[in-house]
């Protein structure tokens, strides 16, 4: 019995430095191979290679809690529940929405509020309202602050009832 836990004891310890060495073998062959192609110059556009491709940032979200306003109408007054997501233009912008979020909702409010029932329900109407809420949150919030830099704003829910 003890000759044999000897052997898979032997048996696990040989494996071992196989797959070791192998590993050892294969990181040092490929290095050189690695930093030669780092060494060499990026061939042109121009000589069949295809061009790099730019580095996209990633997109800046933020996202504000649903909205839900009444609309008037001529005959009778309706709901709007809209989810909004704002799509920001650097990370200073995303922190001043988080800073001035009463005032930003404030101002979305005011926006969803004055709408009209007919126009809100149309694409172009959507449209319109989009641009309005972001024209108004890209106003200063304060006298000696620049206005946030919003991009788009994408209505992730949007129910008139």
């Known amino acids: 019995m003890l000759r044999l836990l000897k052997f898979i004891l032997l048996l696990i310890i040989v494996i071992g430095a196989t797959i070791g060495g192998t590993m050892w073998f294969m ?4 290095a050189p191979a690695a930093q030669a192609e780092a ?10 290679a295809p061009a790099p491709t730019p580095v996209v940032a990633a997109p800046i979200f933020a ?3 649903p909205f839900t306003v009444t609309i008037y109408g001529e005959t009778r007054n309706r ?3 809209t ?13 001043q929405i988080q800073d ?10 005011k926006v969803l509020s004055a709408q009209e029932l007919g126009k ?24 000696q602050l ?16």
């Open 27 to 30: 990181n040092k062959s490929s």
């Open 100 to 109: 001035y979020m009463p005032e930003v909702r404030d101002r979305i409010i």
């Open 83 to 95: 989810a909004i997501t704002l799509r920001l233009g650097d990370e200073h912008s995303r922190k």
């Open 146 to 161: 620049p206005g946030p830099q919003v991009a788009d704003v994408l209505f992730t829910a949007f129910v008139v009832q």
């Open 63 to 65: 996202e504000l809690d």
């Open 39 to 48: 060494a060499t110059p990026a061939a042109s556009p121009a000589a069949g």
């Open 120 to 143: 809100i329900q149309t694409p172009e109407g959507r449209k319109a309202l989009t641009e309005a809420v972001k024209a108004e949150l890209t106003r200063p919030f304060a006298p």
């Open 79 to 81: 709901i709007l529940y």
